[in-house]
């Protein structure tokens, strides 16, 4: 499976469900996978598409990704690092958004982003990403620092902040 290098966002969502669908069949095998999901962590535009798409469905290929996929993770540790700990924060505080809106299927699927990204923090052992969420975590305690335009983006308030800091403290600390 070819990936282009100026890959865009959209395609890159496409080209991670075609990936899966191969996965989830047998039609690729681990290495193939791997060597397509390297490709795809090499920019910000694949990277965000890969995680936005492996991360989401409701089925189980994301929560026990195999070595050679975490290996394809850890190819590119600056990009996949910074995206894990967004995906990380932003899916502990959407959370809290869909049960306030009574949304508990949501809610649910927010969750499950969270315990997969965890999932990966912890299995790719990248230092950039402990780096990267304690970084976060001050902003989120503090309003300031590098992620303040980040939490300010997303609109998250005190209670979001909250979660954010206490799933980093799982997480990471």
């Known amino acids: 499976m070819q990936i282009p290098e100026n890959v ?6 496409a080209l991670t469900e075609s990936l899966m669908t191969k996965m989830d069949t047998g039609e690729l095998s681990q ?35 195999s070595p050679e996929i975490i290996q394809a993770l850890q190819s590119s540790p600056d990009t996949v690092s910074e995206l894990l700990v967004k995906n990380l924060a932003m899916s502990a505080a959407m959370a809290i958004t869909h049960r306030r809106n009574n949304n ?16 990966l923090i912890e299995r790719v052992e990248l230092p950039q990403v402990r780096e990267l969420a304690l970084k976060l975590r001050e902003s989120a305690v503090t309003g300031e620092g590098s ?27």
């Open 147 to 173: 992620y303040k335009t980040f939490l300010e983006r997303w609109q998250y308030d005190a209670e979001q902040r909250e979660i954010i800091r206490q799933t980093i403290d799982r997480v990471i600390v």
């Open 104 to 119: 508990e299927e949501m809610a649910q699927g927010s969750d499950r982003v969270r315990m997969r990204t965890a999932n």
């Open 8 to 13: 865009t966002f959209e395609d890159a969502i």
């Open 31 to 65: 290495t193939e996978a791997a060597d397509a999901i390297a490709q795809l962590v090499k920019t910000q535009n694949g990277a965000r598409g890969f995680f936005v798409t492996y991360l989401t469905p409701e089925g189980t290929l994301a929560d026990n990704p």
